[in-house]
């Protein structure tokens, strides 16, 4: 083993405090790992290599931090980011754990309870800002419904719109220099949740009153729970130009949020991300929004971290190796890869319809993707 | 039984040439029906109430069809429809059977295969106009990939993109008055399929030339096989003012595309989606694209066609009954569901952020979903 | 409406404690309810015209309670059964809640853990007699695995048998009159749960020391989670002679575990359930194992309750309609449903293969399910 | 690279001929390939290093050929047979593709065609032992319902049973020397799948005449469809004494029936598989049932079958080095692995019942599930 594998802070690898923090709590079980204090979180991942942290608002300030007690934590929180060098590029704001929020937030029918879900994520931008974070995710949890009847989705995308250009504004009227990721999700907590996909969320940016403040957060376990392949799914979001923060974990179709560690599941659907994100030259965070499964003690947490990092950059060496492989470039050709960039009609449309083509031929030929396709899977199992 | 079911042409119900006349043949079985005539189908609809039908290219005029042969199909389908006054509100272009389309149409790896595409959506589309359709769908079932290092995901939106383009400005050359309604997918016949959602959908023609000739035609049963529930995917459609046509059917979660008689399966989700277009003043075609199971002769055929309408029928009977229910009206309101309408900063934000809530009263608040959801379940069974 | 649809004790319909006493906390959000005393629950559950309720040992019995606790709790409950008469036909084990489970309960790699978790069960099963119950659930939540290197699933299975040996050999040595139902579940909170459907216990329980003294205990949503239908799987537990007790809720397909109120989600699969119940004469318990929305307060808790029994009994109704309705009968005929009641080799093998078909005939028949189907879709909707 | 991965005999590496030979229809296809003589996939696969083929009774002898030319067509296979040394393992028979079937085989409603669908199997049987075979695989593809009425599940399982018990009957009679494989399957080409899965068809095996002679098939794509993994399945089949055979593939969790080439998809999955036939001392066959990408020429079809060999080879080399791995034996010994081995109960249920645990200690362990996962991750990427 060499540890050409090792993190350093220029990976741009980041953690949210809730993710090594994570106490082990599911459904059918209670807390089994005491809280983490967001110093030593910070400390362990600066010796790990990371980047830096991102953070809910609560996961710093526990809900109904008084201003005083605010400054203190905020004091003590920089002081090790300064001490480590860790930053803080993302914030987000917990819009799910307390009950008011049991039926929606900024789409809850109760008008109140919408204005107290804005108010919350202005304060968690201010904080953000505060940080030093450039981004505000959003995920809207609880922006669902299990009784249909109960939510008129078109309402609800008037008012997820209006909080959205709400919270630009604020952003806009105190300068806080943020853009806003949205993350989609198709289901749990709620049985729909609004904004199920990386598609519906980017249609979605189209309507707002900023589109180009708000771009996308991605995320593994989300897209794939519906069995759509997270690959293509960042892939529309480049294409879009709305790639603005990413979550890696990893995910088995069909079922629960498992945000289980970065490649322990979908080795090949992880490849293909670390691929798209190192070919178009992303430059932003690689962010892990997963947690340690819940066998672990403290050790196991930052095994658990070091596991998502290092796989990360054994997958990246591969590209390069995919680069490099003179088999792999061949078949890419035999595939015709990059044919796809030439135009369809380089000579307008009139020429298209005035084509006549040898049918048979094109029916004829073979495109090699089994083999393209095994020399992948013999890259990945590392005798390529 | 009452016929107060019975369909009527105003009923706006049109059926796909493919979908009665669908032989039975499946990935492990032979046909086990005879080809249907295009002319009997469009009698037999005519009887059973139906307002028209919809038809792909080859439906109607077999693939290699001569300049004279296509006079003369189409001159006694014209025949058909004019003493029936069934009409052909949308056509649609084959672009997956022939083994031409392996790898690919609009974005296949190569560009003669696209250009070949390409021609045979325009000759499709000029077709359709011929017939008097106003929307022609495109479902893009081979614009996709097994082996991902297969298919640069960018450069075949770049490709989409062009392909729908050119089909847009054919369009506008030739002055042939339709709209496109573009048709997802998640997967089946490709592992992963270009624009796999409603959602994905939306984005994508945001960026087009031409957005405003292009819209959807979102599919009950391909939004379901990816788990998303079809009347949000709808309602955001028609928020976007998308819905250009709409395919009804039925199907289970997870698994082959199964395009089951409407209503077959998910009574519930297939309410809602009665209940939007009906609250919506949807005007366009309830249209349905399924097929009969395998079991079925001819006779189980036109079984299968009445059953689709009636359940619509049926259902939106319930929509009627649903909004002049007492008790269901007093459900919503306890669910507050018509606050979502209000805005949330109807003074701005600056109020917003100075308000203060009482969390715990608002917290406290029950929204009465079980109770609602109750009673549409019994309105759905009847016995309201 | 009528109250043809008033749950009455002869029903047999129970309720676990832990079902309307759900608080509502879920994998994003806090608890949302106080807690129900469990004879709060017995009233208000006898008043709503249920048999009993069922519960897990810690349900009634916090953990740790001692001997003279224990006492005063359970003559305060039994008190409250006497008074109401309601009854406790099953009981079963919280082998999953506390962190000492965290890695299994009966196949923890651990021998302490299996032997506590053996413990434990037997104490539950001592406390389960005691209040009345002929019926043990087994549900191995955390009976599984994410790291599949960390457990050897043969070993498991001996373990697993070796418990459930044990369990029995309590029960006779100390008269405990029990039968234990297994309750199989495919996934959540674990990866992969063992025995992850009917299928897979119904043949586990082949291998145990005394067979007999083991069947199942199959829930809705437990087999939907892998897109099983459910009455399926009823029925062959029935075939096998194996339906000790059935969990009954609502869930849709691939996603978390929602033990939504019946009927709620799958009104079809429902109704076949429950016609399966019906048509065998099933004179065991109707036993919800559902909670409601976190969207509900007390008042909503007692309305989900209310509306499980109703649908049971509107569809219980339905399939009297059923057995009743000249078309439906008709088409069963036509589908020729009672003919597989016939040996297919009534005279043996030598004929079989002797016999002469005429394939074409057998080929071309129609069986008219799209018709059946139909009316059973309209006896749902209540229009027949 | 080297050649240590090129697949011997010895292997024991088995394919369909229907898999190289599938001709890329599909249920939106024509097909693409012509069909493949079995003559020169015989020929091919044996210079490929295969063991041998398995066939449907209609790979080899069209349907409806006459005993005349049956005895042209087996000779000049046996030929081709004796020839390269290759082996015809396991047959089935081809119970799904002809319109007959479309309501079900062994357990149609018709019993014509039952006993049709039981003389054809015989027919298959009596084929399978001329050329050598000594597993006769089931699969029961039609057997199922879409229209849940039409069919009395509890009837069909004693139909079921009774075709099963009919053909072992004749294995008997004949001498045949046959062992029969039950291939369970979930869904696809019928809505529900009798005997679903693994566990299912298990629990039935128990009631059958000869439970001896009857084991499974079991399929990574049939498991995976449903999310159920599939070493797990494998390993309760090897628990139960049953596994005859087994089916290599790849598959994505909720889609249609892929049937990929092995390791495609699932890298990790696969390994596990691999490793439990290798660990359990498995002499059988390694059965490919998957099928070449639609995109692929002839040329293609060999690179497929030249893959899954590889892969599998691959990964059993990764299986030696697990063992090898000290890092991953420590681990292992960390997670307690071995300990499962331990009985629970070494000295009787009293002691059980009498221990007393430190349960804070017990509930305080790690397992060090992540740190072993990511070793056996590194594993498989090839750095260790």
Known sequence: MTDSYAPRPEHHFTFGLWTVGNPGRDPFGDVVRVNLDPVETVQRLAELGAYGVSLHDNDLL??????????????????????????????????FWRPIFKEGAFTANDPAVRRFAVRKTCEAMDLGAELGAEVHVMWGGREGVEADAAKDV????????????????????????????????????????????????LAFIGDLEWPDMVGLNPEFAHETMSGLSFSPAVAQTLWHGKLFHIDLNAQRIGKFDQDFRFGSEGIRDAFYVVKLLEDSGW?????????????????????FARGCM??????????????DDHDIQEALRSAQVDR???????????????????EDALAAQGYGHEHLDQLVTELLLGIR
Chains 1, 2, 3, 4 share one sequence.
Not at 284 to 301: I, L, S
Not at 310 to 323: D, H, N
């Open 62 to 95: 526990p809900y109904g931090t008084s201003p005083t007690e605010r400054q203190t934590i905020l004091k003590r929180f920089r002081h090790a980011l300064d001490e480590t060098g860790m930053k803080v590029p993302m914030a987000t704001t917990n819009l």
């Open 154 to 201: 078109r309402a609800a995308l008037d008012r997820y719109k209006e909080a959205v250009d709400l919270c630009c504004e604020h952003i806009r009227a105190q300068g806080l220099g943020l853009r806003i990721a949205l993350e989609p999700k198709p289901n749990e907590p709620r049985g729909d949740v609004l904004l199920p996909t990386v598609g519906h969320a």
């Open 283 to 303: 430059d932003g965070m690689r962010h892990f929004d997963a947690h340690p499964y819940r066998t672990e003690d403290r050790e196991g947490v930052w095994e």
């Open 310 to 323: 290092r796989t990360y950059l054994i997958l990246a060496e591969k590209v390069v190796r995919f680069r």
């Open 340 to 358: 796809l960039r030439e135009p369809t009609a380089p000579t307008g449309l009139r020429d298209v319809l005035a084509t006549e083509v040898d």
